[in-house]
């Protein structure tokens, strides 16, 4: 019973809208108000400056990491720490503290399979990083990423708590992506709006 208390623990920190708070604590304005829509690093940067959306970032990252250190420290069962990291990125899309207007979930997954694996979080890194550089498509990019990271960490021998942590997040950020498929991006260095042919 108490095993279950993780994974919710995991969502109530994935649910803390950091960059929500942030921008309306330095600019006054909802960050969901503005380019994509989504409570982000990138909006929170075009709103309230790189300093703030790194501050953001890493704080995203920590509620990733947070409860699932704890999962693994206090529990160590692999399918508690995965539906910790889970529960925690859907937190982050579908906070229950912003209206379930979240954000996307990259950095809470990071800091959640960080919190599993370093070796595993650098793989998932490199795998998003390569398919963005790839298709130069952000959403396009992290859907496909959700979907292949789990294989790409099978391929690497990584196949404990950090696989189905992967998995399930993955799975989790692929469907989140799916929205901004078709996406014109304008921000930050990937983000162009592209020109019309002739």
């Known amino acids: 019973m108490t095993n279950i ?13 950091f960059s929500i708070w942030v921008t309306r604590f330095v600019k006054n304005v ?14 929170t940067i075009r709103q309230a400056g790189f300093g703030w959306g790194a501050l953001v970032l890493v704080l995203d990252i920590a509620k990733g ?3 699932t250190w704890l999962a693994v420290r206090y529990s160590g069962e692999v399918w508690v720490v995965a539906l910790t990291v889970t529960f925690a990125v859907v937190g982050h899309c579908w906070p229950v503290f912003a209206g379930f207007r979240g954000g996307m979930g990259l950095a809470t997954t990071g800091g959640g399979i960080l919190a599993v694996s370093p070796l595993g979080f650098l793989i998932c ?10 298709i130069r498509h952000a959403a396009r990019a ?31 950020i ?25």
């Open 142 to 172: 992290s859907v496909l990423a959700g979907l292949l990271v789990a294989p790409a960490l099978w391929l690497f021998q990584i196949r404990d708590a950090a696989f189905w942590a992967a998995l399930g997040a993955g799975l989790v």
């Open 174 to 198: 692929a469907v989140r992506f799916l929205i901004d498929w078709n996406r014109q991006y304008r921000e930050l260095w990937l983000d162009r709006e592209k020109k019309a042919d002739g």
């Open 5 to 17: 208390l993780f994974p919710l623990l995991g969502y109530l920190f994935g649910s803390l809208p």
């Open 65 to 67: 990491f947070l409860p």
């Open 125 to 134: 890194l490199g795998t998003l990083i390569l398919l963005v550089l790839v």
């Open 30 to 43: 909802d960050v969901r108000d503005a380019g994509s829509g989504h409570a982000t690093t990138t909006n």
